[in-house]
């Protein structure tokens, strides 16, 4: 597999990662929805060890005791979701990708959360938490 590439806005903060990719979703859960003022937002999974996230405006907030979001200080991008639960495991936001058709997402999380109004009809399994 090729390295997945991918870069904020303003292209300060760049990552690459060799891959697996461990698995790719959408999530519906309002942590999500409220770090990035978006209805939906897309992940996919690597290994943090495989994975180089960088940049001097990387900025990490601490959404909740077990769980950080990395973000451009300098342009405000969303690029990154750890959490303490899947250790090891680095998150990040699958349309920084410089490809973003290069990942398909298999499933949705948290879809008992999900906003009323977004209507959603794909075939992707949904997962509840
Ligand atoms: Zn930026
Ligand atoms: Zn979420």
């Known amino acids: 597999m090729a390295d997945l590439t991918g870069h904020c806005l303003c292209g300060q903060v760049r990552y690459r990662a060799a891959g697996p ?12 929805r409220r770090a990035t003022s978006s209805p939906v937002t897309s992940f996919f999974t690597v290994r943090a060890d495989d994975a180089e ?3 001097a405006s990387l ?8 769980h ?6 300098h342009c405000g991008s969303p690029m990154s979701y750890e959490s303490e639960n899947r250790p090891g495991e680095l998150d990040l936001y699958l349309v920084t990708l410089d490809d973003p058709s290069g990942v398909r997402v298999t499933a949705h999380d948290h879809w008992e959360e999900r906003v009323s109004w977004l209507d959603i009809v794909d075939d992707l399994e949904k997962r509840e938490g």
Do not use: D, M, T
């Not at 900025?59 to 077990?66: E, L």
């Open 68 to 73: 950080r979001r990395g973000f451009c200080s």
């Open 59 to 66: 900025a990490f907030y601490q959404s909740s005791p077990r």
């Open 21 to 32: 990719v461990i698995q790719a979703n959408h999530c519906h859960c309002e942590s999500c």
């Open 53 to 55: 996230l960088a940049g």
